[in-house]
């Protein structure tokens, strides 16, 4: 079967930028919209540059912190959305990236607001 001549292929940068206009869009809103964006991102987000998912993922860990992610369940939804951005990085609240904890004998220590390793 082919595909109708009205059909528009989207390349990837349009693709790019569909994903993080919804994203920013959805981020906050207490309706369908995060569950959406989620599913999209699940979908798509492979073709996000890596600096791009980082973004991604300090929006959201600023929205959690604010108190401006929405409702339990979209904090929730967030939090998935931010994992699978990271990837196998642990997330990074905003204490732990602008301070660095080390103690004279080089030790990592946990840090006194998330509880991650830094």
């Given at each position: ?99 660095k904890l080390v103690?004279?004998?080089d030790r990592e220590?946990?840090c006194p607001k ?5």
């Amino acid at each position: 079967m082919s595909v109708p001549t009205w059909v528009h292929r989207v390349t990837q940068p349009e693709l790019i930028t569909m994903l993080v206009m919804s994203f920013r869009y959805a981020l906050g809103r207490r309706s369908t919209a995060p569950s959406a964006v989620s599913d999209l991102l699940r979908t798509y987000g492979s073709v996000l540059p890596p600096w791009q998912k980082e973004q991604i993922a300090k929006d959201i860990s600023s929205a959690i912190e604010g108190g401006l992610a929405g409702d339990t369940c979209d904090e929730r939804t967030w939090r998935e959305v931010r994992e699978r951005m990271l990837g196998d990085r642990p997330p990074e609240c905003e204490w732990c990236r602008d301070r660095k904890l080390v103690l004279d004998d080089d030790r990592e220590v946990p840090c006194p607001k998330c509880g991650g390793q830094k």
